[in-house]
């Protein structure tokens, strides 16, 4: 990525022209990332390799891929780009033309939320026709499931790219944040399978309430409102520290 790329937008243009401008550079950059492809094929490499050796119909691994899904576009992708356009003072030229500094986060957070939600399909699809695994019963339960999913999610992802002074670090930070937040929300292994503690620490994890959701949807289980109040918690609460301590420059 690089600066130039995303001063295209005509400062003399009308800031919605430029705006829209800045929207397709931006898209432009996202599909050419590695990382993007990254957040595709890993949770689907994990459906399709794991997903032969459960059985057709199970519905425990897909409610864990699309999980790990959102947290590798939260906790990886979208931080290290924040911090990296920070770092190279992208946002800092960009205050200085139509497009302010505060609009490119609004597209960022756009773009990466439709990265998020494309991953989470194409899983479904994979896992509806190669696995056999049905769809939900109900869309619209998935729909909000999914959505408090990326909220709390990207809320941590923002708190990253805030204090991250670069983006190596952003990366970093979310690479460690990752692994032990994956673990207690039971995506390395069956929550079967571990100490009954960390089961419980986990659902208390917006990565866990997510996962367990999801998995409620899946098998058409009434929807607990505890999951989805402590998702909705962590998206409010850590967007407000995220917006006192970014630093635009």
Do not use: C
């Not at 057709?56 to 790990?68: E, F, K």
């Not at 990326?150 to 990366?171: C, D, E, Q, T, Y």
């Amino acid at each position: 990525m690089t600066s130039s790329n995303l001063m295209q937008a005509d400062r003399r243009a009308p800031r919605s022209t430029a705006t829209a401008q800045l929207t397709i550079v931006e898209t432009k950059l996202l599909a050419r990332d590695p990382g993007a492809l990254f957040t595709f094929a890993i949770p689907a490499f994990i459906l399709i390799v794991f997903g032969g050796s459960v059985g057709q119909a199970d519905v425990t691994l897909l409610p864990m891929t699309l999980a790990i899904s959102v947290g590798l576009v939260a906790l990886y992708l979208m931080p290290t780009t924040l911090a990296t356009y920070r770092e190279k003072g992208i946002l800092r030229r960009l205050s200085t033309t139509p497009v302010r500094s505060g609009i490119i986060l609004v597209v960022q957070l756009i773009l990466q939320a439709a990265v998020a939600l494309a991953s989470g399909l194409l899983l479904v699809a994979v896992a509806a026709v190669a696995l056999g695994v049905p769809v939900p019963a109900d869309p619209l339960a998935f729909l909000i499931v999914y959505a408090l999913g990326i909220l709390s999610m990207f809320s941590i992802g923002l708190v990253i790219a805030a204090v991250a002074p670069s983006g190596m670090a952003a990366n970093g930070i979310g690479v460690l944040l990752f692994f032990p937040l994956a673990y207690l929300a039971g995506l390395l292994q069956p929550v079967a399978l571990m100490p009954a503690t960390m089961v419980r620490i986990g659902e208390f994890t917006p990565l866990g309430a997510f996962r367990q959701a999801l998995h409620q949807v899946w098998t058409g289980a009434p929807l607990d409102l505890a999951p989805l109040v402590l998702m909705a918690a962590y998206a409010v609460v850590l967007s407000l520290i995220a917006a006192k301590l970014f630093r635009w420059e």
